[in-house]
């Protein structure tokens, strides 16, 4: 099985500049969710999709972040203008329903990580 | 969402059983207890899950006693590839609910 899937791996850009990250989620999992890790810290949620909605979106900073899920399948999560404090780890997470054959756990992809220089 | 309280680190010596507590003193009836682990470079990874008293898997055991208010995750003879932030989670299970991630625990395996 196929796991989560992000690009790009590390991406360095000006404050200022816009930058976007990826999302392919594992095949059938509804629930998508980024995290933000800043080092040295646990994961932040900034968004949690279900199919293509927003569940959950309040700690999403949305005078600069914004995300999308077309078609309820991969997603793109934009940065425009970005910070120095922006620096960080976006991580792409998805989980399906919770049942007896499952936990519903959390499956993370590799991380995308951002440089603001 | 019920708060998890975890020590901020541990150090432990390959061989040795190291055992990590979570409080969650405000857990509700519905929740589960789950924990993941975290390597340098990659996104954290489920490690066990438990509802009441003890799970264990090929990896881990969980205790949970029936105040169900803490958890304990054992890992049995560290080596230093277990060397990792940890991370207790207690959380509903409910279809689409929400992951909360604290600071974890980082755990050091020394030789």
């Known amino acids: 099985e196929a796991g989560v899937a992000q690009s790009p791996r590390y991406k360095i850009i000006e404050k200022r500049q816009s930058v976007a990250f990826w999302c392919n989620p594992i095949?059938?999992?509804?629930?998508l969710y980024w995290y933000q890790q800043i080092l040295g810290q646990g994961p932040k949620l900034l968004i949690q999709?279900?199919?293509?909605?927003?569940?959950?979106d309040s700690q999403l900073p949305k005078d600069r972040f914004s995300a999308e899920r077309l078609k309820g399948v991969d997603s793109t999560l934009k940065i425009q203008p970005a910070k120095l404090e922006d620096s960080a780890v976006y991580l792409c997470?998805?989980?399906?329903?919770?049942?007896?054959?499952?936990?519903?756990?959390?499956?993370f992809g590799e991380g995308s990580r951002l440089t603001v220089l | 969402l019920a708060k998890t309280t975890q020590p901020i680190s541990m150090d432990s010596y390959e061989g040795q059983e190291v055992n990590i507590t979570c409080s969650h003193n405000?857990?509700?009836?519905?929740?589960?207890i789950t924990w993941y682990q975290q390597f340098p470079s990659q996104g954290p990874r489920f490690i066990i899950q438990?509802?009441?008293t003890k799970v264990t898997n090929e990896v881990a055991s969980l205790f949970i006693p029936a105040d169900r208010k803490s958890s304990t995750l054992s890992l049995p003879r560290v080596s230093l590839s277990d060397t990792a932030v940890y991370y207790c989670?207690?959380?509903?299970?409910?279809?689409?609910?929400?992951?909360?991630f604290g600071p974890g625990t980082r755990l050091s395996v020394l030789p």
């Open positions: 999709f279900q199919n293509n909605g927003v569940v959950d």
């Open positions: 405000n857990i509700a009836t519905n929740d589960y």
């Open positions: 989670l207690v959380g509903d299970m409910s279809y689409g609910q929400n992951f909360v």
């Open positions: 997470a998805s989980s399906s329903v919770p049942g007896q054959a499952n936990t519903g756990e959390l499956f």
């Open positions: 095949s059938g999992h509804a629930t």
């Open positions: 438990g509802y009441k």
